[in-house]
């Protein structure tokens, strides 16, 4: 893809999200850091949540 392409995608999507009522936004914000997972899990995958899993069963 050329520089411009990498523009015209960017404006788009730069218009697209300012059209967008400042209420949508906060929502969708929001409902992003709802879904995310997490922190222990985004940085360290399943490690974590295995060793919490296999002292839960010793416990």
Known sequence: MSTNDYVK???Q???T???MPKEE???KRM???REKPPLAYRWF????ISVRLLFRRHS
């Open 9 to 11: 995608f960017f404006t």
């Open 13 to 15: 999507q730069f218009v």
């Open 45 to 48: 995958g399943l490690i974590p």
């Open 17 to 19: 999200y300012m059209d």
């Open 25 to 27: 936004r906060i929502k």
């Open 31 to 33: 409902q992003r850091k």
